[in-house]
């Protein structure tokens, strides 16, 4: 056998990389797949979430609950199953006042819709840095996943094109705000305009509905939509689950459920709002899944408190079975440098999951920030 | 707070003249030369064309806002080093060395012979793909896209001083002998 010779030098790698470049590139196919993936990821973010069955209501005033934490045998830092498991409250939402715009990108939701379309199946709701978005399932035998999408949000904070108006006014008979002009729109996403409707909400936000449905359906079912929606009454997303540190320099930018109970997903997205990111996509994302068992696929290799979990060293960490739920930490691999293994760990033992929330959604909290 | 990095590249440099307005344009252009990244970073042609073709819709998502960087190659390189960084991290990710592990060392006392450098080349290849994922696009960014410490770290989001410490460690893996890795920039240049 040919052995290498050593000390190699940079030639021999420059050597190396030049040896398996490989063919020539097909530019024109690779081109038709872009297009293709397109168009799928269009499709697919407006099918997540298909099977949700609605977002969890507020809970009761005061009602406490007790949540268990994952106690680290590894890096000792929660202490151990002897000590006395933390105890979060949950409380009511704490205002009802109309949002401030500086709430957007918390997990408080600026408007509810008091009625949903006779048609709706399910939704998803979401924040992020700017916007807050509830999207409505309503299929119908042509489009099996048609959706409307309600958004408050701020166009420059969320680096989103401002809606566009017709110049077309319509007023209607809002069962919260009276008589409601709102301006008939377009919206642009992700390349592809969506019809709706929407107006400039008293502090400055947009609050638009539009729909992916045809142009006189959409119309129709936005202004009906648009009439429901309420201003006045803000409500917080709800997680059955309370995350008690994330490394310094990291803030909350948003979260999400995708429906409570069997099978839901619920997240919270942190990011460094330094300005000079430009990326939308959160550095660090803490997202707890109602998944009872250990995924097939997993590769087991280490423990976290009692749990067992997979640490992959390069900026993921899953534990499995907790009190149902699946917990995945996950850091854009830009950020792993800032945020090591051992902080993944404390991240993961700082989670508090409620006890019974897997089959219980009424005592998940509203204060995911232990 | 991230630190402010310097901006590391020349005003006069030709990319600064070339401003993208069309998507397609912009793939279309850069299609080759990401393919070929990413078969750098990934060790297979098959799993860098997927790799670049899920970074471009992501920069299709993004479009409006990359394309008013001053340099959206950058910015485009870093997502498809994302896309490589992100493959499989939750399964094994299987690497079938394409030869053994060679465990004793010939001193280079002589000159190789041309099957003694292709050899040795596969070799490297087969150690490439053994390496952490950082250190390998460290080396690849550096050795074949040819860029600086600085343009390497605004790919990879990390300071200079960490591109040096990856780098450094992928080269003592590899066995490769370097007397000073500033200079190997000045070098390509």
């Known amino acids: ?370 | 707070m991230q630190a402010v990095m310097e901006r590391p590249y020349s005003l006069s440099s030709p990319t600064q003249d070339w401003r993208p307005v069309d998507f397609e344009e912009f793939a279309a252009d850069r299609l080759p030369s990401l393919t070929r990244y990413a078969t750098m970073l990934a060790g297979s042609r098959e799993v860098a064309e997927d790799v670049v073709q899920d970074a471009l819709v992501k920069t299709h998502a993004k479009w409006k806002k990359i394309s008013t960087l001053d340099r959206p190659d950058l910015y485009v390189k870093r997502i498809v080093t994302n896309e490589f960084m992100s493959l499989r991290r939750r399964r094994k990710v299987s690497t079938v060395p394409l030869e053994p592990e060679f465990a004793e060392v010939v001193h280079a006392d002589r000159a190789p012979s041309h099957e003694e450098t292709s050899a040795d080349r596969d070799a490297l290849w087969a150690e490439l793909a053994r390496l952490p994922r950082q250190g390998r696009a460290v080396l690849v960014l550096r050795f074949y896209e040819g860029l600086s410490d600085n343009e390497i770290a605004i790919v990879l989001n990390c300071r200079p001083g960490t591109v040096r410490g990856y780098g450094s460690r992928a080269l003592a893996a590899l066995r490769i002998e370097l007397a000073d890795w500033r200079l190997t920039a000045e070098e390509d240049r």
């Open chain 1, 1 to 370: 056998m040919t052995r290498p010779r050593f000390p190699r030098d940079p030639q021999d790698l420059r050597g190396a990389f030049r040896e398996h470049e490989g063919p020539a590139v097909d530019v024109a196919g690779l081109m038709s797949g872009v297009r293709h993936r397109i168009d799928r990821r269009r499709q697919r973010r407006r099918t997540a979430g298909i099977v949700a069955v609605g977002i969890v209501t507020a809970l009761a005033a005061g009602l406490p609950i007790v949540v268990s934490s994952i106690p680290d045998q590894n890096s000792g830092i929660a202490g151990g199953s002897s000590q006395p498991a933390p105890t979060a409250t949950a409380s009511a939402p704490a205002q009802d006042q109309p949002l401030d715009r500086d709430a957007l990108g918390s997990t408080q939701f600026g408007f509810t819709v008091a009625e949903r379309p006779s048609d709706y199946t399910s939704e998803n709701a979401s924040t992020g840095p700017g916007w807050q978005l509830l999207r409505l399932f309503v299929p119908d035998s042509v489009q099996p996943n048609r959706t409307l999408d309600v958004r408050l949000f701020d166009p420059v904070l969320a680096g989103l094109p401002a809606p566009e108006p017709t110049g077309e006014t319509v007023t209607v008979d809002s069962a919260s705000a009276g008589q409601l002009t709102v301006q008939v729109i377009s919206l642009s996403q992700e390349g592809q305009s969506y019809p709706g409707v929407g107006w400039l909400t008293g502090n400055g936000l947009w609050l638009t509905v539009t729909s992916d449905g045809p142009a006189d359906l959409a119309r129709k079912e936005a202004l009906a939509v648009a009439a429901q929606v309420d201003l006045e009454h803000p409500y917080p997303l709800t997680f059955p689950f309370q995350v008690g540190y994330v490394p310094d320099g990291f803030d909350l930018v948003g979260g999400g459920t995708s429906s409570p109970l069997p099978g839901g997903s619920t997240y919270l997205r942190f990011h460094d709002l330094s300005p000079l990111f430009v990326e939308s996509e959160s550095a660090l994302t803490i997202r707890v899944t109602n998944q009872p068992g250990i995924p097939e696929d997993a590769v087991v290799n280490t423990t976290v408190g009692q749990y067992e979990a997979t640490i992959t060293g390069d900026g993921y960490l899953s534990i499995y079975n907790v009190e149902g739920f699946l917990i995945d930490i996950s850091v854009r691999p830009d950020f792993v440098d800032r945020i090591d293994d051992e902080q993944l760990r404390q991240i993961g033992v700082r989670i508090l999951v409620i006890p019974g929330a897997a089959t219980d959604g009424t005592i998940w909290t509203d204060q995911p920030l232990g």
